[in-house]
């Protein structure tokens, strides 16, 4: 079914860290995709057609006749800068060129911002929930307030994890349309190697809500059992300094490797080997939390014995004792018993791999979990009006 093109609304062109993003980008309807972009960033990695709205060519005169109109949209959206005047008519404008017929906005500030044009331009639009805009957003009432008004006026609702859905449902934010969809992995280049035995990798950025500190204690803690073991974190970020005077601090230096910010390739060819997956995921100071990492999923799909926390969308895919171990958040002393428990018995670390792989191609293959994203919004093609 050749519908057209589907119009995905994102922050900004270029986000590395975002593979989901341009997935959806270079994936959806065989890509037959073009973004619409609120600010210019890096050169993007997808060949797909791109507007960036603050990229604009508009004249000071024209910028100055948004105001008003910005603060008219503000008043019923409860939402700064949505696009109108002259922005409203370059994204239709862009929009009619490329035979728009529905719009996925990735992440939840982003549909406030586009889902006012896609209701002019009488399309669908979706919204895509992953973590801090379901989380941290959700303590600003101006924030929920958009939301809520935003919800009226979009189809349907997706999100990574049941987690994310009950943090906006408690905060009345509710489509009944709403899918949980994770972000999900490829289990064709996230693939089992032959393992390493003793190996434990963390993979992510080195920032307050992964709490890499508490990994790098914790495979010191196990590690002392068993030396063989050794511990490699793919990741940078403002803790990485700090990290790595901590694995000196504590006598492992030689069996810790921080490899700072590698390529996806690197870090398939590095968890095929692994033998178990760590991260130390928590509620940070600003309330901000996961949706269900990412790294989690290729995790498992690698056939890596998952190591991490009851945090948010984690407990979803990680089944304690089958695929991974959980702890609470902040258990230094039981992530570092967990850990030994999967060093201790290679045997059964070796089942819950397999597990962990079988899971991962039943229920987080990308290429399935794309079929069911479209799915969905061809439905809401196919409804003769859109929810309103």
């Not at 008043?75 to 862009?94: M, N």
Request: charged share 20%; net charge positive.
């Amino acid at each position: 079914m050749n519908v057209g093109t589907l119009a995905v609304a994102i922050n900004q062109t270029g986000t590395l860290t975002e593979r989901f993003v341009e997935r959806h980008i270079s994936e959806s309807f065989g890509g037959r995709t073009c973004v619409v972009a609120r600010h210019a960033g890096g050169a993007p990695r997808y060949a797909q057609p791109v507007l960036v709205v603050d990229a604009l060519p508009l004249s000071g005169a024209q910028r100055f006749a948004l105001l008003p109109r910005r603060l008219a949209s503000f008043a019923t959206t409860s939402y700064w800068g949505v696009p109108v005047g002259a922005e409203r008519e370059a994204i239709q404008d862009f929009w009619r060129a490329h035979g728009v017929f529905a719009v996925l906005a990735e992440f939840g500030p982003l549909g406030c911002w586009i889902a006012p044009v896609a209701r002019v331009h009488g399309v669908p639009v979706f919204v895509y929930f992953r973590g801090y805009d379901a989380s941290r957003r959700l303590r600003s009432a101006r924030s929920v307030a958009a939301y809520r008004k935003m919800a009226a006026q979009v189809d349907g609702f997706f999100a990574v994890s049941q987690f994310l859905v009950d943090n906006l449902a408690r905060a009345g934010v509710r489509h009944p349309n709403t899918h949980v969809i994770p972000s999900g992995t490829n289990p064709r280049m996230f693939q089992p190697g032959v393992k390493q035995p003793g190996l434990v990798v963390a993979v992510g950025r080195l920032v307050g809500k992964k709490r890499p500190e508490l990994a790098v204690r914790a495979f010191a803690a196990a590690a002392a059992a068993h030396p063989a073991a050794r511990l490699e974190i793919v990741g940078d970020g403002p803790l990485l300094d700090s990290c790595r005077a901590l694995a000196v601090s504590l006598g492992v230096a030689n069996r810790v490797v921080f490899h700072g910010g590698r390529d996806h390739a690197f870090v398939a060819e590095l968890l095929a080997r692994a033998q178990v997956f760590v991260q130390h995921s928590v509620t940070d100071s600003s309330g901000e939390t996961e949706g269900l990492p990412s790294s989690i999923q290729e995790a498992m799909a690698a056939g890596a014995v998952v190591v991490s926390t009851r945090h948010a969308g984690t407990p979803e895919a990680v089944v304690e004792g089958e695929t991974g171990w959980l702890v609470d958040e902040h258990d230094e002393a039981g992530f570092a018993r967990a850990l030994g428990t999967v060093l201790d018995d290679p045997a059964r670390a070796a089942a819950m791999a397999q597990a962990a792989r079988r899971f991962a191609e039943a229920r987080l293959d990308t290429k399935l979990l794309q079929r069911r994203l479209e799915a969905v919004i061809l439905a809401a093609v196919a409804r003769p009006t859109s929810a309103g």
